[in-house]
């Protein structure tokens, strides 16, 4: 049976309005008074993820929404640069399966298109692909394809700065790829929000985002600095994404063919000209990435990887450990799978994660009624307990 389309070719639906604070990426941290310029560290292990910059201790759920505004603060200051807030205003429309949008920021606009197709016909879950999603997805599930590379090209260094994003903000705006996608993406879930689950039969209390590989660090990002996806895909993003760069560099250093920070910022745009000061000595940065599934926690976080060495299989596994710590303080380790399982193609998802997958993606953009088993499966005996001197609390 032909999948059904989210509205009846040639329907369109318009609507613009400017926007409200509660546009903001950022809609459900807690307001409160996080360090804005968080000073470098000397430590060669995983920084603790519940003290503040100014050495109090995180010990309730309410404080680490702020911590993670902190968090974010230093991830853009250090590696991805300037999230931009929202737009001055926002018009969408949806045309058969194009997604239409149009921002305006200050004196400037820009405009781009998103394809949306399947669904369960009624309000459905949807993830949003950086790029084509190659994840067999659960039937009822609908599919938006966001063309990131054309928002913010990756071309290798001469692409810094060019792009929709850069047309708009200005080609030398501090933002990396990853940081112009996320952005680019948060438009999406504007667009969604303000046509509404009646024109786009889209429901966005349940949207996902994914992509592999280079475009998998982006939906790491764009899962990170948008509190309304409620799931985040990251499919084998290696360094950049679920590896840490302190446990790469140590892997490095005992020889492995791992990519590194330090070879990143030489081969492509995807971070902020920022992070080029940090590379060579990353035990100088105040976090690692796993904060940057702190930051999507408790949301719900599925990470497929594969023993590819490049990625880092010994760096993701421990990195993502230390990030399920974070969650269980938070009661939520069901809310965070990581699954490394080797033995197939880059971005060629194996079979044998099909399950997990249909557990997390009906969990969060489906019925809901199961929460997902804990998933924790590696190759690799890495343990967070080697690069981490510190302990989880239990949040209040
Ligand atoms: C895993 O993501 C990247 C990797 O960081 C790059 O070094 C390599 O060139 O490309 C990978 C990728 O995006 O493959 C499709």
Known sequence: ????????AFAAAVSAFPFSPSSSPLIDRQACTPATDVPSVSNSLLPNPFIFADGSEVTTADEWTCRQEEILNAFQQYELGDLPPAPDSLEASLNGGTLSISVTVGGSSASFSASVSGGSGGSSGAIIGLGPVALPLPGGVATITFDNSAFAQQNGGSSRGQGIFYDLFGSDHSAGALTAWAWGISRIIDALEQLGAETTGIDTARLGVTGCSRNGKGAFVAGALDTRIALTIPQESGAGGSACWRISDSEKAKGKNVQTASQIVGENVWFSTRFDSWTSDTSRLPYDHHLLAGLIAPRGLYVPENNIDWLGPVSMTACMRASRLVYEALGASEHLGFSLVGGHGHCQFPASQNGELDQFVNYFLL??????????????????????????????
């Open 1 to 8: 049976m032909a999948t059904r389309m989210i509205l009846p």
């Open 367 to 396: 019925d809901g009624q199961t929460k997902p088993e804990i998933i924790d499966r590696s190759e690799e005996n890495a343990q967070a307990g080697d690069y981490i001197d510190w302990e989880a609390p239990v949040l209040s």
